[in-house]
């Protein structure tokens, strides 16, 4: 086949529907709650953290095997039970519904497969290997981890602030461009974190900036 297509989807309040309540479920619900999707699974069966959802009320369970009729209405369907055979009827019922799948045992017979996620605030850091190696996603996006630590959850927070008074006091769209471009180095994001004042000094955020920016050009 051709490529994988990459892209961020929002979730918020879709109903998304997930087959099998075992550890791949698990973790693709996980996903979604995280996404602030509307989560109904569909399972005979649940892991205790699933029913410790359940119980919250995060979390809808509908307790029997699958049916057909679970499908209608799906923004995305995630098949991920243990019978290979339920998997891909799930498969064709969604491709005949137009609803997009996930398909645990056999990605390529679904719409879309999941990468590895890493969570820094609003930076999001995936990994896929295109189901060749799972694994190797997954041991990527430790990596990264460790590289784009904790700390990243401030430097986003801090980016927005400064992205939207350089949107607002910058009318040339070359200058905006890199005083941008500046903003994003480690050591800037550094600054940001270490002098949130310079957020509520405008002229003095910009001024910085072109320092940066300057610097930067050598
Ligand atoms: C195609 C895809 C479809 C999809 O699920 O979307 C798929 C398919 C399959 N996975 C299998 C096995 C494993 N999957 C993992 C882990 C993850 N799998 C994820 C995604 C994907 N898995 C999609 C490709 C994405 C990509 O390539 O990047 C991750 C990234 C995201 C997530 O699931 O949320 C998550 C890591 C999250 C994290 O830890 O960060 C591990 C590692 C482990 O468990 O330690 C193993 C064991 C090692 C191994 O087998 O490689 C099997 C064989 C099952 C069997 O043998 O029966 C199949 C089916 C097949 O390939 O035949
Ligand atoms: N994509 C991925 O990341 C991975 C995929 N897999 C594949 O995913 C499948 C599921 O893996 P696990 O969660 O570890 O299995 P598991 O055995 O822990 O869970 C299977 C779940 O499916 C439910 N189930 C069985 N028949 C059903 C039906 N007709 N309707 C609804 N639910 C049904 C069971 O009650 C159980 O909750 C495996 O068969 C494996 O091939 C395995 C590892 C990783």
Not at 58 to 78: K, N
Request: hydrophobic share 40%; aromatic share 6%.
């Amino acid at each position: 086949m051709s490529q994988w297509y990459p892209v961020m989807l929002n979730l918020e309040g879709r109903v998304c529907v997930v087959f099998g309540g075992g550890a791949v479920a698990e973790r693709k619900t996980q996903g979604l709650l995280d996404a602030g999707a509307d989560v109904r699974v569909v399972s005979p069966t649940l892991t205790r953290v699933m029913k410790q959802w359940v119980s919250e009320g995060r979390v809808r369970w509908i307790e029997r095997e699958a049916e057909d009729s679970d499908v209608f209405g799906a923004t995305l369907l995630f098949a991920a039970t243990d019978n290979r055979a339920v998997n891909r009827r799930l498969a064709e019922t969604a491709r005949e519904l137009g609803v997009p799948a996930n398909i645990a045992d056999d990605g390529e017979c679904g719409d879309f497969i999941v990468p590895a996620v890493l969570r820094r605030g609003d930076l999001v850091l995936t990994a896929s290997a295109s189901g060749t190696g799972p694994a190797l996603s997954a041991r990527i996006i430790s990596e990264l981890a460790v590289k784009y630590g904790p700390e990243y959850n401030e430097s986003t927070q801090a980016l927005k602030a400064i992205r939207a008074i350089v949107k607002a006091e910058v009318g040339n769209s070359e200058e905006r461009r890199e005083l941008l471009r500046a903003a994003v180095s480690d050591d800037a994001l550094e600054e940001w974190r270490y002098s949130p004042w310079l957020r509520q000094d405008k002229a003095q955020l910009i001024e910085r900036l072109r320092q940066r920016a300057h610097d930067r050009k050598g």
